[in-house]
């Protein structure tokens, strides 16, 4: 089996950041979020044996997703 190591410099957090007390989305806003989405997903793959992004093939991907880019943008690509 092949492995990757993938490392990235972050910047240290502020003391104001972290001390912060914003209590930010709550568990049960983000649960809608999720459920919303899932309800997406399991319309979109009615009468297929998929569940969830995570098993679409290519094909798939072609077929909901047709004005995709043939390729990806890499960050920071221009053209």
Do not use: C, W
């Amino acid at each position: 089996m092949d492995r990757i190591n993938i490392q990235i410099e972050v910047p240290a957090a502020k003391y104001p950041d972290l001390a912060n007390r914003n209590p930010g989305e709550s568990s049960r806003e983000i649960k809608k979020r999720i459920d919303a989405a899932r309800k997406i997903q399991l319309n979109r793959f009615k009468g297929m044996k998929i569940y969830s992004n995570a098993q679409m093939t290519n094909r798939h991907i072609k077929k909901f997703f047709p004005n995709r880019p043939s390729q990806p943008q890499i960050a920071g690509d221009r053209h």
